[in-house]
């Protein structure tokens, strides 16, 4: 079993910056694939951007590129997505994601609410 917390979240303006942090608990999860995705009112979860458990490989939704940047610390245990010039289209839900296709499964953290007003 892994646990995933997310925290972070917030209320700002547009063109602000938040980082988002998902703090990860139990077995070996220093090994899983790591990734965030959103949730805007009433429309689908939808993919941001992931992390390889080596840190090594980064992908991101366009609609992200170059604004956010997807990071972890595995000593730490801990996952960080740093939000720049945010948009109000960024409003939404982030979830936190851990998967591992050695142990076949895969976990969601609870959500925290990012808010951009214009």
């Known amino acids: 079993q892994v646990q995933l917390v997310e925290s972070g979240g917030g209320l700002v303006q547009a063109g602000g910056s938040l980082t988002l942090s998902c703090a990860a608990s139990?077995?070996?999860?220093?090994?899983?694939?790591m990734a965030w995705y959103r949730q805007a009112p009433g429309k689908e979860r939808e993919f941001v951007a992931a992390i390889r458990w080596t840190g090594a490989g980064t992908r991101y939704a366009d609609s992200v590129k170059g604004r956010f940047t997807i990071s972890r610390d595995n000593a730490k245990n801990t996952m960080y997505l740093q939000m720049n010039s945010l948009k109000p289209e960024d409003t939404a839900i982030y979830y936190c994601?851990?998967?591992?296709?050695?142990?076949?499964?895969?976990?969601w953290g609870q959500g925290t609410q990012v808010t951009v007003s214009s």
């Open positions: 994601n851990a998967g591992s296709a050695y142990y076949g499964d895969e976990y």
């Open positions: 139990g077995r070996a999860s220093s090994t899983y694939n």
